[in-house]
């Protein structure tokens, strides 16, 4: 009862005219940010902070909440239209939203993803609403053995998620490990392979890499061709709503996808990254056709697209149970609340 009792207040602040307003700004400049290349939920809320520094505690995390939620969204539609990732939770969209834009299936590839965005979103909040408390609790119960054994994991599924050679997969995986050592150790800021270059203390960004491999080999590959070659998604994007079979073929990865995201979403320092990509693997590895993941197929789209937008969710239940802003994006929420 006292949860139910706290949900009705909780509703009828969040109906009042002006948070609504303020939920409705948020999203709409969210995703406005996100679907730059480049921006994604933390930068959106690092630019727009200001504008939320005259409003109400409550109206500021409404509209925090909504730019969060638009931008995490906004984030699939480069990735999809012109295989540049909006934001880093959205690279693995590119591999097969790209390919569906190329094939004239660009209206249901955006358009699954705003549903599965939605339903996992709100599977999300529902999570958050009722089972806080507790999962904050199993959240500091993961230690390094359990971050070792999902690292490994991650690693090892990298076989799936990549086409042709396994010592290609490998190699890539050991490639990206060392990339991630560049920089400055997080326990006691030692200098890691920087070689007495200032600008490699932070480290390779995970965002300009990603554009990087995506959008600029995109643009290599395309100038690279005569002008009549050039493979450049020129159709009109129509049929945004998905058919029966887009359906048929999407709902279990959204589901999958919500509740894989929503659980790692609340495990300190995975964010909404990883997901996208334990998400996608695990489709294809439970799909009876994976040879079409990476040509085109909707559930390739779906599932991480569901992932990323439940661990968003996810992310917030350390900071609003226990105070604890264990990721980057929950830690733009700590001042206002």
Same mark, same amino acid.
């Given at each position: 009862?006292?949860?139910?009792? #706290? @949900? &009705?207040?909780?509703?009828?602040?969040?109906? %009042?005219?002006?948070?609504?307003?303020?939920?409705?700004?948020?999203?709409?400049?969210?995703?406005?940010?996100?679907?730059?290349?480049?921006?994604?939920?933390?930068?959106?809320?690092?630019?727009?902070?200001?504008?939320?520094?005259?409003?109400?505690?409550?109206?500021?995390?409404?509209?925090?909440?909504?730019?969060?939620?638009?931008?995490?969204?906004?984030?699939?539609?480069? #990735?999809?239209?012109?295989?540049?990732?909006?934001?880093?939770? #959205?690279?693995?969209?590119?591999?097969?939203?790209? %390919?569906?834009?190329?094939?004239?299936?660009?209206?249901?590839?955006?358009? /699954?993803?705003?549903?599965?965005?939605?339903?996992?979103?709100?599977?999300? /909040?529902?999570?958050?609403?009722?089972? &806080?408390?507790?999962?904050?609790?199993?959240?500091?119960?993961?230690?390094? %053995?359990?971050?070792?054994?999902?690292?490994?994991?991650?690693?090892?599924? +990298?076989?799936?998620?990549?086409?042709?050679?396994?010592?290609?997969?490998?190699?890539?995986?050991?490639?990206?490990?060392?990339?991630?050592?560049?920089?400055?150790?997080? /326990?006691?800021?030692?200098?890691?392979?920087?070689?007495?270059?200032?600008?490699?203390? =932070?480290?390779? %960004?995970?965002?300009?890499?990603?554009?990087?491999?995506?959008?600029?080999?995109?643009?290599?590959?395309?100038?690279?061709?005569?002008?009549?070659?050039?493979? +450049?998604?020129?159709? $009109?994007?129509?049929?945004?709503?998905?058919?029966?079979? =887009?359906? $048929? =073929?999407?709902? $279990?990865?959204?589901?999958?996808?919500?509740?894989?995201?929503?659980?790692?979403?609340?495990?300190?320092?995975?964010?909404?990254?990883?997901?996208?990509?334990?998400?996608?693997?695990?489709?294809?590895? @439970?799909?009876?056709?994976?040879?079409?993941?990476?040509?085109?197929?909707?559930?390739?789209?779906?599932?991480?697209?569901?992932?990323?937008?439940?661990?968003?969710?996810?992310?917030?239940?350390? @900071?609003?149970?226990?105070?604890?802003?264990?990721?980057?994006?929950?830690?733009?929420?700590?001042?206002?609340?």
């Amino acid at each position: 009862m006292e949860t139910l009792h #706290s @949900l &009705a207040y909780g509703f009828s602040i969040f109906l %009042q005219p002006l948070n609504l307003m303020y939920c409705f700004f948020g999203v709409l400049l969210g995703t406005l940010v996100g679907v730059l290349p480049g921006l994604g939920p933390a930068a959106a809320i690092s630019l727009l902070l200001p504008a939320i520094f005259h409003a109400p505690p409550v109206g500021s995390v409404i509209m925090l909440s909504g730019i969060c939620y638009g931008a995490m969204y906004g984030g699939s539609t480069t #990735s999809i239209l012109v295989n540049i990732p909006g934001e880093t939770a #959205s690279v693995i969209t590119c591999i097969d939203g790209y %390919q569906m834009a190329r094939k004239g299936r660009a209206g249901p590839a955006l358009g /699954i993803a705003a549903f599965g965005s939605f339903i996992a979103g709100t599977f999300g /909040i529902i999570g958050l609403m009722l089972f &806080a408390p507790s999962l904050a609790n199993i959240a500091l119960g993961f230690g390094p %053995q359990e971050y070792f054994s999902l690292a490994i994991m991650s690693l090892t599924l +990298v076989t799936y998620v990549t086409r042709g050679s396994l010592l290609r997969s490998l190699i890539m995986a050991c490639t990206g490990i060392i990339i991630s050592m560049v920089g400055m150790d997080p /326990i006691n800021s030692t200098l890691r392979l920087t070689f007495g270059i200032n600008d490699l203390m =932070d480290g390779f %960004q995970i965002v300009l890499v990603s554009m990087g491999l995506f959008g600029m080999s995109e643009v290599l590959v395309n100038l690279s061709q005569t002008f009549a070659k050039r493979d +450049v998604v020129t159709d $009109k994007i129509k049929n945004l709503f998905p058919n029966a079979q =887009d359906w $048929k =073929d999407s709902a $279990k990865p959204i589901v999958r996808g919500s509740i894989l995201g929503f659980f790692l979403g609340i495990l300190p320092g995975f964010g909404t990254v990883l997901p996208t990509f334990l998400s996608y693997a695990l489709e294809k590895k @439970l799909s009876k056709h994976p040879e079409k993941f990476g040509t085109g197929a909707i559930e390739g789209v779906a599932g991480p697209e569901a992932a990323n937008n439940a661990a968003s969710s996810g992310t917030f239940i350390p @900071l609003l149970s226990l105070g604890l802003p264990t990721n980057p994006l929950p830690r733009l929420f700590w001042e206002p609340c």
